[in-house]
């Protein structure tokens, strides 16, 4: 596993020797005579939905959500292959997933509700075309069985396939090489991004959240009693260069790939970096290609392809090895394209698991985005940040984000409000086991 060194200015922080116990009490209850100011770094699916739930919480409070670019032409979810699943081997994954499945079903009546219309004038393409999973080892299998009992228990719906179940079900699949798989029959499927942020912020507008475009550079802190860093106003370069300075009771690190630089500042250094990940669109000549409610795929290689909503078409991609995932910089970075890994690596898989059809295939188009990639796990970084008495964070799901983003927003919600997350368990996924390596927690079903 990738690592980051902790920063020299956290070498000497005295972090909370239990996990199980919350961080310390909230400061909600102090500021509530002056309606306390909430600022949310990142409008994108993560900001607006912990906005949303902070004003579904405490209609009075102040929250304004800073993002610096409002048409999301780069956002780590626009440009993300819009999955949702259940299909994870942490618990916890798997009951955040259930929570925002249930969001996501009743956002369209959400939205009529509070924005007019009706629910399908405020759809977000939701399609529930479900996801495959394969394994070709003994202990892939192992961990595949463990994952789908666990799935069940918790309320997913996922069954084992055979190889030969697999090929009955789905015709197109080689299955020789597959000792067992998974599919979900519901809950499963695709969203249009674009769609589940225009939704979340329009209810953010609705409910009195502000919204500021810029790009914050710098915070205002002072350093309280046990090297612990207190935030009381961000500095925001908006357009055309105007600086604006917005005071700050609590603030949110909902920045995405850009969360490890807003926390330079206060000397800490988060392990949340940009990692490129390439999508592929492709079109099947095949008299018979896969339908449209084909499942997303996922091959034992790691790459995944799923259909679009017109015939014979389909997009695909695969994370690359941990040795050729650099960190990246600069949006310049996601214009440069290597379609020899198209070429190279996943065409030929495609070929092996789809050989009736994907044969005859030409590619259509690319493009790549950022995952907000937590290199110490791989999992959500939820909750107070040790070493700050303020600053909440909301990072790193390392291609998860899309999918969780209600429940990652409520949770961070009621650990504001609350002090402690009521209504999920996401006490794993605290801060605190990023100083503590002993208690990082590792997800199997990374795609």
Same mark, same amino acid.
Request: proline share 8%.
């Given at each position: 596993r990738n690592s980051v060194s902790m920063s020299p200015s956290l070498s000497g922080l005295v972090v909370r020797p239990r996990l199980l116990t919350w961080h310390h009490a909230t400061r909600w209850a102090s500021t509530q005579s002056s309606r306390p100011a909430v600022i949310v770094v990142g409008g994108s699916v993560m900001g607006c939905s912990t906005a949303w739930h902070l004003k579904q919480l405490d209609p009075s409070a102040n929250v304004t959500v800073v993002e610096r670019d409002p048409s999301y032409a780069v956002a780590s979810a626009? +440009? @993300?292959?819009?999955?949702?699943?259940?299909?994870? @081997?942490?618990? *916890?994954?798997?009951?955040?997933?259930?929570?925002?499945?249930?969001?996501?079903? /009743?956002?369209?009546? +959400?939205?009529?509700r509070h924005l007019g219309g009706t629910s399908s004038d405020h759809g977000i393409g939701l399609r529930e075309t479900g996801y495959c999973f394969m394994a070709a080892s003994e202990a892939g299998a192992a961990t595949l069985a463990a994952n789908i009992a666990r799935q069940n228990r &918790?309320?997913?719906?996922?069954?084992?396939? @055979?190889?030969?179940?697999?090929?009955?079900?789905? !015709?197109?699949?080689? /299955?020789q090489d597959v000792l067992l798989a998974s599919r979900s029959t519901q809950g499963e499927g695709i969203i249009d991004p674009w769609r589940l942020i225009s939704s979340l912020k329009s209810l953010c507008q609705v409910a009195g959240v502000t919204f500021v475009t810029g790009e914050v550079t710098d915070v205002t802190s002072v350093t309280l009693s046990g090297q612990c860093a207190e935030v009381q106003a961000v500095h925001v370069c908006g357009v055309n260069g105007a600086e604006t300075t917005l005071p700050c009771d609590i603030l949110v690190n909902a920045a995405g790939p850009h969360a490890a630089a807003l926390m330079t500042p206060l000397n800490i250094d988060l392990p949340v970096r940009a990692r490129k990940r390439h999508v592929f669109s492709f079109k099947c000549g095949a008299t018979h290609p896969p339908p449209t409610n084909t499942p997303l795929t996922v091959d034992p290689t790691g790459v995944y392809f799923r259909p679009e909503l017109s015939q014979a078409s389909f997009i695909t991609g695969v994370? !690359? !090895?941990?040795?050729?995932?650099?960190?990246?910089?600069?949006? /310049?970075?996601?214009e440069e394209l290597d379609y020899n890994l198209f070429d190279d690596v996943i065409w030929p898989v495609l070929y092996h698991r789809v050989p009736t059809a994907f044969d005859n295939i030409k590619v259509t188009g690319a493009w790549a985005g950022y995952y907000d990639y937590n290199t110490m796990d791989q999992n959500a970084i939820l909750g107070l940040c040790d070493g700050t008495a303020n600053v909440y964070l909301c990072n790193g799901f390392s291609g998860h984000g899309l999918q969780q983003s209600p429940a990652a927003g409520l949770a961070v919600a009621e650990m504001i409000v609350y002090g *402690?997350?009521? @209504? &999920?368990?996401? *006490?794993?996924? &605290?801060?605190?086991?990023?100083?503590?390596?002993?208690?990082?927690?590792? *997800?199997? /079903?990374?795609?």
């Open positions: 626009t +440009l @993300s292959a819009g999955g949702f699943r259940q299909q994870f @081997s942490l618990p *916890e994954n798997i009951s955040m997933s259930l929570h925002s499945l249930d969001f996501l079903r /009743n956002l369209p009546k +959400l939205c009529a &918790l309320g997913a719906d996922v069954e084992a396939l @055979s190889p030969s179940r697999l090929r009955e079900v789905y !015709p197109w699949c080689y /299955n994370s !690359p !090895p941990a040795d050729q995932d650099p960190d990246c910089t600069g949006h /310049n970075t996601l *402690e997350c009521t @209504s &999920l368990d996401v *006490e794993r996924f &605290l801060p605190a086991r990023l100083w503590q390596h002993e208690l990082l927690v590792f *997800e199997d /079903n990374i795609v």
